[in-house]
């Protein structure tokens, strides 16, 4: 069998018993991602690979960024201010239903501006929080809140990793997903999926219609991880505006600058509350809580897509998309963006838009059309369908580790309830919005 058979097999048997087997998907996704760097780096001889390369693959701003946030969300949960804000949204709503969609409204306005990940380590407590005071399962809310994350991060240039490789390669800045060239921007494409979808929340929870119980406001004992959780929202969105070091040591720094800030307040947070109490306790605690496994399925999901990425089989779907179009545009719009809805549920969309941005280029100019439609349906299906698997993007696998710690186990089938509507409405929305203002204007 050719490398391109036996990466396929390996990828989709992978992917079956991540599926089938959701108790263990750290442990799967880790074999998997050691069997791919065996094979390619020793067995293989087609491919020039190496150890070093699967190392290279993984994401460290990325898992530094949750590590990191991961322990202030620690110490904010334990300064009780989840629990207040709780308070706050549970007498500002009279339903259930109300205050989860409010929540995932949150998620998604917070998460344009914020990686997704982080976006949902800061509004799950909140959640959490609202649950256990209704004595109700969290598993729906927690969905919507990924998902809603993983939708707005599409809307600026820094709500999400394909939307900066998109702006680098476009030569597009942050104002540019507003208003590009005298029309409107993606960002507005996606606030109308995100006003759409909230609609359709409305619908997946029409039975959570029972009146919320208000309690007494739960008094906050540290005010501290609350301005640390502030400081993660505007110093990510600071660094955004960092221009890119040419190479050397700080083009390492630059590209490790999320994961960095998320690690430094962390330690800021740590030291200050052990001084506080003169015990080292929350120390402990820190380093207790943090979701290993999410970050063991992470950085063993990167291993993997980089292996297949090596084995040709990313090149080959961007080199069959590109022959489908027959010269037209508007088919080829059609194809890029719900064939990138159809991968990014199961494959990260990252080394797929990275792959695809330059043969959408060529595909533009062999079609004598502006490229910017075709790109704008890359971002739209690449970024937005990941959120039909529960293993289709980052902020989905961390919504899910959170529940997991609290003792839910979440089905696919119970996700995809919640994921497929929503992803359907987002993705038809912007289809229509892109193609309308940038397809016939």
């Avoid at 998997?32 to 993984?58: K, P, R």
């Amino acid at each position: 069998m050719t490398t391109f058979v036996i990466a396929i097999i390996l990828f989709a048997i992978t992917y079956v018993l991540l599926f089938a087997l959701p108790k263990i998907r750290s442990w799967i996704a880790l074999g998997s991602a050691i069997i791919f760097t065996v094979w390619l780096s020793f067995i293989c001889q087609d491919v020039e690979y190496s150890v070093l390369d699967s190392l290279a693959a993984i994401d460290f701003n990325v898992l530094m960024m949750i590590a990191g946030t991961m322990g202030i969300v620690v110490l904010f949960i334990d300064s009780k201010m989840p629990m207040r804000i709780a308070d706050v949204m549970l007498s500002k709503f009279k339903t259930v239903r109300a205050s989860i969609v409010a929540m995932a409204v949150l998620a998604g306005l917070v998460s344009a501006f914020v990686d997704n990940v982080a976006t949902v380590l800061m509004i799950a407590p909140i959640a959490l929080a609202v649950c256990k005071k209704q004595n109700m399962s969290p598993i729906g809310p927690i969905i919507a809140i990924a998902v809603s994350s993983n939708l707005q991060g599409a809307a600026t240039l820094v709500g999400d990793t394909t939307a900066i490789l998109l702006g680098g390669y476009a030569g597009m800045n942050f104002f540019d997903f507003f208003w590009w060239q005298g029309r409107p921007g993606i960002f507005w494409a996606v606030e109308i999926g995100a006003a759409l979808t909230a609609l359709i929340l409305f619908v997946v929870f029409r039975k959570q219609k029972a009146p919320l119980t208000l309690t007494d406001k739960t008094e906050v004992t540290d005010y501290v991880p609350t301005f640390l959780m502030l400081g993660v929202i505007v110093l990510l969105i600071c660094a955004s505006f960092i221009p890119q070091p040419a190479g050397g040591f700080w083009l390492t720094i630059y590209n490790l600058r999320n994961g960095i800030i998320c690690m430094v307040l962390l330690i800021v947070g740590v030291v200050i509350n052990v001084c506080r109490t003169k015990k080292p306790d929350m120390a402990k605690q820190v380093v207790k809580e943090l979701d290993y496994q999410t970050i063991i399925l992470l950085a063993s999901l990167f291993i993997v897509i980089n292996g297949i990425t090596a084995a040709g089989v990313i090149d080959k779907l961007a080199e069959l998309l590109a022959t489908l179009g027959n010269g037209n545009v508007f088919l080829m719009y059609t194809i890029i963006v719900f064939a990138s809805v159809l991968i990014s549920a199961f494959v990260d969309n990252i080394p797929y838009v990275l792959t695809m941005l330059p043969v959408v280029t060529s595909v533009a100019t062999a079609m004598n059309c502006e490229p910017y439609v075709l790109f704008f349906g890359l971002l739209v299906g690449a970024t937005l369908g990941g959120n039909i698997t529960p293993i289709g993007a980052s902020a989905n696998i961390t919504g899910i580790g959170i529940l997991r710690k609290e003792g839910y186990e979440v089905k696919t089938k119970d996700f995809m309830k919640i994921s497929v509507p929503f992803t359907l409405t987002a993705v038809l929305s912007g289809y229509l919005f892109i193609w309308i203002f940038w397809g016939l204007l």
